[in-house]
Each structure stands twice: as C-alpha cells, then as structure tokens.
C-alpha cells in the first residue's frame, strides 16, 4: 500500500499538468497603449466551445475615443499541449466591424478601406477576408491556429484576437506579451 499511494500521487500530479486552461466567462484585456496614438481593450465571451471577441480601438493613447470595434465570433477547439500552453484553433462564422467615430467614416471611405466606400457610423459591416489596412482579416469558416495559455485569473494568447496563420506549421510557438485578458 506504501508504494501505491506516492504512485498515484505522481500520476495525479502528471495528469493535472495536461489538463487543458479554464477559459470559461468573461475576460477582458486592460487598455493596451498601441504604437503611435491608438489604444485598444478587447473583451471576450467564452462558453464551452464557443468564442465572441470584440476589441474596441481607440483614437488616443488611453482608451477614451472609441474609434471602431472589431467582432469576431465562432468555434474553438482546445488541442494539444505544446511546452507550457496548448494549442488553440478559432473557426469564425463572424468578421465585423463597426465604425463609431464620424471621422474614421469618412477616412475609410476616402481611402476605401476593407474594400468599401460606403461605410456608415455604427453600421455593422462583414469584413471576412478583407484587407483593412494594415490587417488582413481572418476569413469566415476558415481555420486559424494560435496558442492559449490560462491560469484562471489571466488568458494569453500567441496571437489572437489578430487573424491566427491558417496553416498549422506557422502556429506561433511563444504567447503574445502585449495582450492578456482578466477573468471578470
């Protein structure tokens, strides 16, 4: 029975490292100062399987001037353990943006951003697989595959909510230091 016991402890201990993160609820990034003048806050919805990111961006450096928010929502599966995180692949039924500020409007229009001239203030707009400068957004029903990690008070990343590559050899191999959300 002596030599049972450390046995099954080790095994636990082995089993609990595997286990996939906790992701369940609502968790949010704090207001992430980008380079030049913008900002962003990104919130996510996560509830068994299912993912609603919405990053909100920002004219100025601390988050007051809501400029545009992005809206991805869809599927995730939660796969195998790579190093100290595991893999994490994002199907999207939705790409949207919503333009917020009067200004941004008009420059997306004069600039034909994602491809459209005419944007609308707060009209939610598809831009699945659009280049909205300078991202190229992901596509709707197609695999992206990142990295996650969670201890269950913050979530990381390797790159969402940036479109994750599509091919799983370009998965990224280190979590994104700019972005970590709080469980809520």
Not at 123 to 145: A, I
């Given at each position: 029975?002596?030599?049972?016991?450390?046995?099954?402890?080790?095994?636990?201990?082995?089993?609990?490292?595997?286990?996939?993160?906790?992701?369940?609820?609502?968790?949010?990034?704090?207001?992430?100062?980008?380079?030049?003048?913008?900002?962003?806050?990104?919130?996510l919805d996560i509830s068994n399987s299912h993912?609603?990111?919405?990053?909100?961006?920002?004219?100025?450096?601390?988050?007051?001037?809501?400029?545009?928010?992005?809206?991805?929502?869809?599927?995730?599966?939660?796969?195998?353990?790579?190093?100290?995180?595991?893999?994490?692949?994002?199907?999207p039924n939705v790409v949207s943006f919503q333009?917020?500020?009067?200004?941004?409007?008009?420059?997306?229009?004069?600039?034909?951003?994602?491809?459209?001239?005419?944007?609308?203030?707060?009209?939610?707009?598809?831009?699945?697989?659009?280049?909205?400068?300078?991202?190229?957004?992901?596509?709707?029903?197609?695999?992206?595959?990142?990295?996650?990690?969670?201890?269950?008070?913050?979530?990381?990343?390797?790159?969402?909510?940036?479109?994750?590559?599509?091919?799983?050899?370009?998965?990224?191999?280190?979590?994104?230091?700019?972005?970590?959300?709080?469980?809520?």
């Open positions: 029975m002596k030599t049972i016991f450390p046995a099954v402890l080790i095994m636990l201990i082995e089993m609990s490292a595997f286990a996939e993160p906790s992701m369940g609820g609502l968790w949010k990034s704090e207001c992430i100062p980008l380079p030049k003048r913008h900002s962003i806050i990104s919130t993912l609603k990111s919405s990053t909100r961006l920002f004219a100025d450096s601390a988050c007051v001037t809501l400029n545009l928010t992005i809206i991805y929502d869809g599927s995730f599966r939660i796969g195998n353990k790579s190093g100290a995180n595991f893999d994490f692949d994002f199907v333009l917020q500020n009067l200004d941004v409007v008009r420059y997306y229009n004069t600039t034909a951003s994602c491809g459209f001239t005419n944007w609308k203030l707060n009209e939610v707009r598809n831009v699945s697989g659009k280049f909205c400068s300078p991202v190229q957004m992901p596509s709707v029903g197609v695999l992206g595959y990142d990295i996650v990690n969670s201890n269950g008070i913050s979530l990381q990343f390797g790159l969402f909510p940036q479109a994750s590559p599509t091919n799983p050899a370009n998965r990224p191999s280190k979590l994104s230091s700019a972005i970590q959300f709080f469980h809520q």
